[in-house]
């Protein structure tokens, strides 16, 4: 009798299952991270824009807005600049579309004494 070489059906089953498994173990994982990485991005952004309202005030003797600036756009926050005063200015990031799902880290907040909020939120 002739034994037939290959993989049977049971066999390939039990790859795919296992498959299924380790992608179902890591895709969250990897979910975190891009939420993480553009959390860390939007941080970025706002201290960058922390360093042009620095800028433009030792030029002008007062804080600028968003647009005064130049503008932000992306594809993941929505930036704005608030309580704008002649001494003081708080930044914000808002998340939007797929980054909403970033628990406890929606809106990052930055204000002209480096106020950080929420503080677990920000990479020291």
Known sequence: MKRMLGV???ELMIVI???????????????????????????????KLQLAQETYRVKNNS???L???????????????S?????SYTLQAVAKGSQSNDTGCTTLTLDHNDNKTPASCWKN
């Open 8 to 10: 049977t059906l049971l």
């Open 17 to 47: 299952a296992i498959l299924a498994i380790l992608a179902g173990i890591a895709y969250p994982s990897y979910q975190r991270y891009v939420l993480e990485a553009n959390r860390t991005n939007a941080q970025g952004e706002l201290a």
């Open 63 to 65: 804080f600028a807005t």
């Open 67 to 81: 647009a005064q600036l130049g503008g932000l756009t992306s594809d993941h926050y929505t930036y704005s600049i």
């Open 83 to 87: 309580n704008i005063t002649a001494s």
